[in-house]
């Protein structure tokens, strides 16, 4: 079983930038599309990146697009997410997820093709 821990939420003002992190133990997740949702207040969770195994696929949510960058290191079992130009919007719990099965991408923006989530961080932007 892989744990997810992410880290890295916080406060900011609208227009600046944080980096979130997902540090994977248990299980290499190398062969793995990884992912990160959010889930604003009294909102179902969203998709907002993913990163396939090999780091030549990536997808984005509409809204973060252009703004929200996904990485991954495999040599270090982490996953990344640049957050720039922050607005009041993207306020929530962002969760870094594993996807079910090694080399899968489709489906991916779909939270039912996760089985792995971490406990979350919370991002607030203020205006």
């Known amino acids: 079983q892989v744990q997810l821990v992410e880290s890295g939420g916080g406060l900011v003002q609208a227009g600046e930038s944080l980096t979130l992190s997902c540090a994977a133990s248990g299980r290499t997740v190398s062969s793995y599309t990884m992912a990160w949702f959010r889930q604003p207040p009294g909102k179902e969770r969203e998709f907002v990146a993913a990163i396939s195994w090999s780091d030549t696929a990536t997808a984005y949510a509409d809204s973060v697009k252009g703004r929200f960058t996904i990485s991954r290191e495999n040599a270090k079992n982490t996953v990344y997410l640049q957050m720039n130009s922050l607005k009041p919007e993207d306020t929530a719990v962002y969760y870094c997820?594993?996807?079910?099965?090694?080399?899968?991408?489709?489906?991916?923006?779909?939270?039912?093709?996760?089985?792995?989530w971490g406990q979350g961080t919370q991002v607030t932007v203020s205006s």
């Open positions: 997820s594993r996807v079910l099965q090694a080399f899968k991408w489709l489906g991916i923006r779909s939270p039912e093709s996760y089985d792995s």
